[in-house]
């Protein structure tokens, strides 16, 4: 029987690669939507027609500014609403080191609007989704549902340089969902919550005992954000969450903020791998699911995708490393293992499901995917990983 595929969030545009951010944000809706179909069509042909049944969902890939939405949606765009200094550095180290954090910056609630209208969740959804019902109908594929990634507000707070500002990230973001509550029909959509910045918060705070804390935190503002939304919309929204440790040029954001400590480089990969560990995954999402979980009485938590492969390291393969997912279990979600790695072979990649589920059950897990920041890959790169997850998740029946 095997497991489903879950299709990656974003994929790769060759011919826009080395495009200047002026020039993204210069392209028609017509050159993203054709971008879109592109994306989509070269992610069913790697997925493979004999499997597109089992797939999840599917997106439209984050092309043109959402190759790069960290730097020009919140280092430009956002910024600019908010009359602060524009940044767009190409690596961590550029990108934050110019951030002027000022502790207690408050946000004029008069510039909510402009703020949603410079995420442009919803009009990149809309665009997305025409393209998507097409697609769906072309390859008679009824079950499949339209995924929209969602940054955390929290997330999107920090990345805009707001320690203080949450509540206006909050309704900005209701607002942006809102307006693709109405444009979409609510059985066809599936938001994907990411989470980059609260995840490496959490591991920060585990160094101090603090993990779960900063976990409930990022629960609580999904509960603010879901009470923003209309009742008329919200008992029908589905989640996804995606916590991830960012990717920028292919590098996590932990290592990032690693490579410049004056220590041993062997002591920088164990604390990497220390703190990007599983156990600090379920110390975000474990809150999150407890309170938005399916077993909850309207919980729209539906799959998680677990970072397994993250940056430059490979799965572990030691069933040990996997023994906190036993935390997530029944809150009435299903994940999906994010495994493939561009260092690894397909034994490597099998080797780290089977210890996976040897250590949080057979029925754990519904799908398996590939890593997170598949859009900075090449396309042929993107289309061997997914190959190869389709091919792993066929040997678990």
């Given at each position: 029987m095997g497991l489903g595929f879950f299709s990656p969030g974003s994929w790769p545009n060759d011919s826009t690669r080395g495009m200047s951010d002026q020039g993204l944000l210069n392209m028609s809706p017509d050159d993203i939507m054709m971008l879109m179909r592109q994306n989509m069509?070269?992610?069913?042909?790697?997925?493979?027609?004999?499997?597109?049944?089992?797939?999840?969902?599917?997106?439209?890939?984050?092309?043109?500014?959402?190759?790069?939405?960290?730097?020009?949606?919140?280092?430009?765009?956002?910024?600019?609403?908010?009359?602060?200094?524009?940044?767009?550095?190409?690596?961590?180290?550029?990108?934050?080191?110019?951030?002027?954090?000022?502790?207690?910056?408050?946000?004029?609630?008069?510039?909510?609007?402009?703020m949603a209208n410079a995420m442009?969740?919803?009009?990149?959804?809309?665009?997305?989704?025409?393209?998507?019902?097409?697609?769906?109908?072309?390859?008679?594929?009824?079950?499949?549902?339209?995924?929209?990634?969602?940054?955390?507000?929290?997330?999107?707070?920090?990345?805009?340089?707001?320690?203080?500002?949450?509540d206006a990230f909050i309704k900005a973001t209701a607002i942006e969902m809102q307006t693709i509550l109405r444009a979409i029909p609510a059985q066809d959509l599936v938001f994907s919550i990411e989470l980059p910045v609260s995840q490496v918060f959490v591991a920060a705070a585990s160094m101090l005992g603090l993990g779960s804390v900063m976990g409930s935190y990022a629960a609580n503002v999904i509960g603010r954000l879901l009470d923003q939304i209309p009742e008329q919309y919200r008992r029908f929204i589905q989640l996804n969450l995606h916590?991830?440790?960012?990717?920028?040029?292919?590098?996590?954001?932990?290592?990032?903020?690693?490579?410049?400590?004056?220590?041993?480089?062997?002591?920088?990969?164990?604390?990497?791998?220390?703190?990007?560990?599983?156990?600090?995954?379920?110390?975000?999402?474990?809150?999150?699911?407890?309170?938005?979980?399916?077993?909850?009485?309207?919980?729209?938590?539906?799959?998680?995708?677990?970072?397994?492969?993250?940056g430059s390291q490979q799965a572990p393969t030691a069933t040990q490393a996997y023994l906190p997912l036993r935390a997530l279990q029944g809150f009435g979600a299903t994940f999906s293992a994010g495994l493939t790695h561009e260092n690894a072979s397909s034994?490597?990649?099998?080797?780290?499901?089977?210890?996976?589920?040897?250590a949080a059950g057979k029925f754990f897990f519904g799908f398996v995917g590939p890593r997170c920041g598949l859009g900075r890959c090449s396309e042929a790169q993107a289309t061997a990983e997914v190959e190869q997850a389709v091919l792993i998740g066929k040997t678990i029946g």
């Open positions: 069509l070269q992610l069913l042909d790697a997925v493979g027609k004999a499997n597109t049944k089992k797939l999840a969902v599917l997106g439209h890939g984050e092309p043109g500014i959402w190759q790069d939405w960290i730097r020009i949606t919140a280092g430009t765009k956002l910024r600019e609403v908010l009359g602060l200094q524009t940044h767009s550095g190409k690596t961590y180290q550029e990108y934050f080191g110019k951030f002027d954090f000022r502790n207690g910056r408050r946000i004029d609630p008069k510039l909510v609007p402009a442009g969740y919803a009009a990149w959804a809309i665009m997305g989704y025409e393209v998507f019902k097409e697609i769906r109908k072309e390859h008679d594929l009824p079950h499949l549902k339209f995924q929209v990634g969602i940054p955390h507000p929290f997330d999107m707070a920090q990345l805009t340089g707001l320690y203080i500002g949450g916590p991830c440790w960012g990717d920028l040029g292919h590098k996590s954001v932990m290592e990032a903020m690693l490579l410049p400590l004056h220590l041993p480089s062997p002591l920088k990969r164990w604390l990497c791998r220390k703190l990007q560990g599983v156990k600090n995954v379920t110390r975000l999402v474990r809150p999150i699911l407890k309170k938005h979980g399916g077993c909850n009485k309207g919980g729209h938590v539906w799959i998680v995708q677990l970072p397994l492969a993250v034994e490597d990649v099998l080797r780290a499901l089977f210890a996976a589920v040897h």
